[in-house]
Nanobody, 126 residues
Framework: QVQLVESGGGLVQAGGSLRLSCAAS????????MGWFRQAPGKEREFVSV???????????DYADSVKGRFTIWRDNTKNTLYLQMNSLKPEDTAVYYC????????????????WGQGTQVTVSS
């Protein structure tokens, strides 16, 4: 089991920034690819970003087109924590943000993830 707890959400004006954190415990954090998803009211949960597990010969990082150039994902394995820096926020970024852990390769779909956090609310006002 991997337990994931997100934090860092809040209310911010358009153009502002937030940094989300996802603290992991349980099984070895570095063995999992880690991703961020979001779900806006009335919409399906969607992929935001993914970062490969530690130790891969060819590491990867992917972003949804809607956040490329504005969001940055990284992980600190000494702290068992995943981060998402969100800059130039837009009202359409408003959603509950979830972190998730996957044992798969380059996972971008919900069913490729094994563990999920409870989510943190991000609200961007116009």
């Amino acid at each position: 089991q991997v337990q994931l707890v997100e934090s860092g959400g809040g209310l911010v004006q358009a153009g502002g920034s937030l940094r989300l954190s996802c603290a992991a415990s349980g099984r070895t954090f570095s063995n999992y690819a880690m991703g961020w998803f979001r779900q806006a009211p009335g919409k399906e949960r969607e992929f935001v970003s993914v970062l490969s597990r530690i130790g891969m010969s060819r590491s990867y990082v992917d972003y949804a087109d809607s956040v490329k150039g504005r969001f940055t994902i990284w992980r600190d394995n000494t702290k068992n924590t995943l981060y998402l820096q969100m800059n130039s926020l837009k009202p359409e970024d408003t959603a509950v943000y979830y972190c998730a852990a996957s044992s798969g390769y380059r996972p971008t779909r919900i069913n490729e993830y094994d563990y999920w956090g409870q989510g943190t609310q991000v609200t961007v006002s116009s």
